[in-house]
Antibody
Framework: QQQLRESGPGLLKPSETLSLTCTVSGDSISSRYYWGWIRQPPGKGLEWIGSVSYSGRPYYNPSRKSRVTLSVDTSKNQFSLKLNSVTAADTAVYYC????????????WGQGALVTVSS | QAALTQPASVSGSPGQSITISCTGTSSDVGGYKFVSWYQQHPGKAPKLLIYEVSNRPSGVSNRFSGSKSGNTASLTISGLQAEDEAHYYCSSYGDNNNLGVFGGGTKLTVL
């Protein structure tokens, strides 16, 4: 059974860097999927941040590209998100997800990690 | 502001059918077959309902169906049940390797 679990700090100050890691269990991260991040501000909708392929190629939401870095660590079966220069607008639940390459459907989601940006 | 336009809310009575629209452009919904729909209950992660416009993953009820015409995709839920009350989101591939263009979400209320 595929499982994804986010980990990282839940509270940041403005201008800091958000760093989250997703640990994948039940499958190899080298399998042919995209591994991505989606966020949801409190009471609002879903926003795709970016995804990284099984080969390590990143794909970014054009509106977030300047602040986002995605990476994969195959030795630990993990992938990571870094979002720099955070503001209160980056407060959200961050989900790590598995996205099927052939259909782009997102079939597995982590439980979500709430990250709050506050001074 | 979401890139794809969905109605903020829809409602229906048990047993009825409802349809949620998702309008984009030729650069996303209209240009590709990669339209997905997700259901999200409060406090839970979204669940994939439909992929590639009209395909259901294994385990998803056949009461959920999807279609597309031009730049608008639609999700139809037939035989409404109380447990269908949730938020629904559409998503599409967009130009320039944009793997996840989302709609703003629609809250379904089962009366």
């Amino acid at each position: 059974q595929q499982q994804l679990r986010e980990s990282g700090p839940g509270l940041l100050k403005p201008s800091e860097t958000l760093s989250l890691t997703c640990t994948v269990s039940g499958d190899s991260i080298s399998s042919r999927y995209y591994w991505g991040w989606i966020r949801q501000p409190p009471g609002k909708g879903l926003e795709w941040i970016g995804s990284v392929s099984y080969s390590g190629r990143p794909y970014y939401n054009p509106s977030r590209k300047s602040r986002v870095t995605l990476s994969v660590d195959t030795s630990k079966n993990q992938f990571s998100l870094k979002l720099n220069s955070v503001t209160a607008a980056d407060t959200a639940v961050y989900y790590c997800v598995r996205q099927i390459v052939a259909t782009l459907g997102i079939d597995y989601w982590g439980q979500g990690a709430l990250v709050t940006v506050s001074s | 502001q979401a890139a794809l336009t969905q109605p903020a809310s829809v409602s229906g009575s048990p047993g009825q059918s409802i349809t949620i629209s998702c309008t984009g452009t030729s650069s996303d919904v209209g240009g590709y077959k990669f339209v997905s729909w997700y259901q999200q209950h409060p406090g839970k992660a979204p669940k994939l309902l439909i992929y590639e416009v009209s395909n259901r993953p294994s385990g998803v009820s056949n009461r959920f169906s999807g279609s597309k015409s031009g730049n608008t995709a639609s999700l139809t839920i037939s035989g409404l049940q109380a447990e269908d009350e949730a938020h629904y989101y559409c998503s599409s591939y967009g130009d320039n390797n944009n793997l996840g263009v989302f709609g703003g979400g629609t809250k379904l209320t089962v009366l």
